[in-house]
């Protein structure tokens, strides 16, 4: 009979031990109406976004509390914490 030698896969990696890695967070809502970012065009919601800060998470909708320092701002979720950018010209 053959005997198959089983031992050790070192090699083996489970998927479920990699919960260090960050989630992607995917851009579900657009950032200045709010609306869902799949449906609908938000080319004039981009431009705006251009100049000024984003209003909502793009993950949960939610209202950011946005502060700007200059050009550069600061929106916070509650949730999803905190993104930065810089604004352009108009
Ligand atoms: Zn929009
Ligand atoms: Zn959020």
């Known amino acids: 009979m ?9 090699g083996w990696s ?7 890695i960050p989630p992607v967070v995917a851009m ?3 950032a200045r109406c709010g609306n869902s970012a799949n ?5 004039l919601c981009r431009q705006r976004l251009a100049a000024e800060p984003p209003v909502h998470c793009t993950t949960c909708r939610r209202t950011l509390a946005v ?3 200059g050009r550069e701002w600061t929106a916070t979720c509650k949730k999803h914490g905190q993104t930065t950018g810089i604004l352009q010209d108009a």
């Open 2 to 10: 053959t005997d198959l030698p089983t031992a050790g896969d070192s």
């Open 14 to 20: 489970d998927p479920d031990t990699l919960g260090a």
């Open 28 to 30: 579900t809502y657009c």
């Open 39 to 43: 449906k609908g065009n938000h080319v």
């Open 67 to 69: 502060e700007r320092s």
